[in-house]
């Protein structure tokens, strides 16, 4: 980062590929850690005990708002960069969680200075909350072990125009563990498609046997697919064909991550391939084969998130709304086909603004609650027929 000019070092094509499954492993460990709490009431039919007691509300069955993030760690470019941001909105009385996708390229304005605000990609502001060396003078609320946390939910919430109740931040690390503890998963793949450029790992700079002039001219001239269809030896075709299928961890990465599929490579492929991986995930827990697996998930998982909620809340959770298992999942997409619009900002990033003009967030706001009142008139529906 270089905090005297407002530039923040962005990561690279394959930095994005790595980041772009995070989110998928922040929203398995939240099901892990009440998941566990589903099985243990299960098992031995006593709610679990509270040994906090919440602050009443006028209604606590009312919807919470919980942010997800996933960001490279240490050893990537960029690691602190939220590539990945979902806000989970929670809807306890029609048993329904929506999730709606952010862009990492929204153009938002923070207070990265006391009383002075800046604008920055919305994916910069977990890595500027948490670095406190680099921007000394940012509001106190903003530093120490929560402010990264605290300015990424600040930026969310003037985007969405929702409050955020919790969030959890986890790094592309966990997933391995993940997957290890549970010793795979059953997917049901939504469709079937092909991927030719999957990057095989160690082969990110390999030549392929090209001579140096080759590679420099190629690299001045071409870029994005294009640059990397170039360079073959880099990459390995997947194939995944429609219906159940067991994976492993490793071929779960390669499920999630994929990206060049002409059939589903975009956001929404990608994302209903997420969601099937967060389907398995919860299905293996709530196997009797998952039970054993749950302490072990809790323990290593939890201690791999970045949080601002306690074990305690997630109890509080289950005991107001109920068994994750029994919530159907819903999810609303803010993108350049909806509400946003590419542009170039000053210093020439390419960012993403309201299409109704820069900072006017009401559009979002109306745009968002249209979708959350939609997606409720709808199950409402669903229960009459």
């Known amino acids: 980062m270089d905090p005297e000019n407002g530039q923040i070092r962005y990561p690279t094509a394959e930095r994005k590929r790595r980041t772009a499954l995070l989110i998928v492993c922040v929203v398995a460990v939240v099901l892990v850690g009440i998941g566990f709490i589903s099985v243990v009431h299960r098992l031995t039919g006593v709610p679990p005990t509270l ?13 919470k708002n919980v942010l997800l993030l996933g960001y490279g760690g240490a050893g990537h470019d960029g690691g602190l960069l939220t590539d990945t941001m979902i806000l989970a909105h929670i809807v306890p009385k029609e048993k329904k969680l929506i999730l709606i996708s952010i862009p990492r390229d929204v153009w938002v304005s923070m207070e990265v200075k006391e009383g002075t605000q800046s604008s920055y990609k919305i994916n910069a502001a977990y890595a500027i909350g948490s670095d406190d060396k680099a921007y000394p ?61 999957y990057p095989v790992k160690g082969k990110e700079k390999d030549t392929c046997g090209k001579p140096d002039d080759e590679i420099q001219a190629v690299t001045a001239t071409m870029s994005g697919t294009l640059l990397e269809e170039q360079f073959p030896c880099r990459y390995e075709t997947l194939k995944f064909e429609k219906g159940k299928q067991f994976m492993d961890g490793e071929t779960a990465l390669k499920f999630v991550r994929s990206r060049h599929s002409e059939v589903g490579g975009g956001d929404f492929g990608r994302s209903l391939r997420q969601q099937a991986f967060l389907m398995g995930v919860k299905n293996r827990l709530l196997s009797f084969e998952g039970i054993t697996k749950i302490v072990p998930l809790v323990k290593d998982g939890l201690g ?53 003009g820069i900072g006017d967030w009401n559009s979002i706001h109306a745009y968002i609650a249209g979708e959350l009142t939609r997606l409720s008139e709808a199950s409402e529906s669903a229960v009459i027929k």
């Open 304 to 356: 791999m998130v970045h949080t601002d909620f306690s074990f305690q809340d997630a109890q509080m959770m289950l005991e107001r709304y109920g068994s994750v298992s029994s919530y159907t999942v819903e999810s609303v997409f803010l993108n350049d086909q909806t509400v946003f619009e590419l542009a170039t900002s000053d210093d020439m990033q390419s960012i993403l603004i309201p299409k109704t």
């Open 51 to 63: 040994s906090v007691i919440p602050t009443p509300t006028p209604d606590p069955m009312a919807p």
């Open 137 to 197: 003078k940012k509001p106190e609320k903003y530093k120490g072990d929560q402010g990264g946390l605290t300015l990424a939910e600040e930026a969310v919430k003037t985007v969405t125009g929702l409050p955020v109740d919790f969030a959890a931040a986890l790094d592309f690390s966990g997933f391995s563990g993940i997957m290890k503890t549970l010793g795979g998963i059953f997917i049901e793949v939504p469709y079937e498609f092909e991927d030719k450029l």
